[in-house]
């Protein structure tokens, strides 16, 4: 499965990728989530359930009949994304396990994301399930082990604060931090560049094998795309600094022309991502941002890289 184009599961058909590890894709492709949202099934005769996916009654019953009568004692959330976390409580009702994430979806905001959420700064409608509670908090860390095996949990927050990333051995569920299809979305005040760039640190020095992501196909060069992602990274915001000098000042006028050949159905999202390259320039004294820090000021390069009190 190291080729994206031959990656084709069924919606409701569960697909077994390993020993113990069964893949129940969900019935909601987007140009967000690309087929639709990995659901897996970890263990053989007993179960834990990664990510249950997106409120939707066939995929809830897809799941059921994958688990086919076998006990589930946990549930595990990546994130609090609406693609992600909402069936985790019908799922929950249905076989009795406790759901447990890092927490609300509000946890784990850097102090810079907290202080723009309060001065007004809201997503820029990824999707986040402002309902969501879990039954137990998983802290940075954690251990959590039962007879369908064991998984350490990784908080790598940056796509969004409750992230969190699952080692299974020497595989690793990246939830949507590293994904094949395609790089993940960074949208302020939920998501923060800087936390995402030290996450990719923290990963690059655990060892695996294999990434299953919440998208698309698992990852058979881990570690080649972990890097990926982070030259990405650095050669966008090499772009955005070069529009900067250019005289582009604002969010959007930076979006078009960093972004000239995407789809303008993709503009929104691109300019999120363009944000979030702008509050983490700000946060390492490169750049001001005028009257104050928010989505509509107007950024310079900074003569003198201090950063900002």
């Known amino acids: 499965m190291s080729n994206t184009n031959e990656f084709a599961p069924v919606p409701g058909e569960p697909l077994s990728l390993a020993d113990d590890l069964v893949l129940v894709l969900a019935p909601n492709p987007s140009p967000m989530t690309y087929l639709g949202t990995n659901s897996y099934l970890v263990g053989r005769d007993t179960l834990a359930v990664i990510d249950p996916g997106p409120a939707d009654d066939m995929h809830l019953a897809a799941l059921l009949k994958a688990i086919n009568g076998r006990p589930v004692e946990h549930i595990l959330l990546t994130h609090s994304h609406l693609d992600h976390s909402p069936l985790a409580r019908p799922l929950a009702r249905a076989t009795g396990a406790p759901v447990l994430a890092f927490g609300d979806s509000s946890a784990g905001r850097s102090a810079a994301m907290m202080q723009l959420a309060q001065d007004g700064l809201v997503g820029g409608g990824e999707g986040i399930d402002p309902d969501f509670q879990p039954d137990q908090i998983v802290t940075d860390g954690a251990v959590i082990a039962g007879n369908w095996g064991t998984v350490t949990a990784h908080h790598t927050p940056g ?45 690059a020095a655990i060892k695996s ?6 998208h698309g196909a698992p990852i058979q ?35 078009q022309t960093v972004y000239d050949d995407v789809q303008p159905a993709l503009l929104p999202a691109a300019e999120r991502n363009v944000l ?27 003569k003198t890289k201090t950063p900002p009190a």
């Open 276 to 302: 979030a390259h702008l509050i983490d320039l700000y946060g390492r004294g490169m750049i001001t941002a005028q009257p104050a820090l928010s989505a509509q000021a107007e950024f310079n390069i900074r």
């Open 159 to 203: 796509h969004i604060g409750n992230h969190l990333c699952f080692a299974w051995g020497d595989a690793m569920f990246t939830g949507d931090h590293v994904m094949g299809w395609a790089s993940s979305l960074v949208s302020p005040p939920d998501g923060d560049l800087t936390d995402f760039m030290a996450s990719c640190d923290r990963l």
């Open 221 to 255: 060069l881990p570690m080649d795309r972990l890097q990926w992602l982070i030259t990405h990274r650095k050669g966008r915001e090499a772009q955005i600094l070069r529009a900067l000098s250019q005289g582009h000042s604002t969010t959007t006028a930076i979006t």
């Open 209 to 214: 094998t294999i990434y299953y992501p919440g």
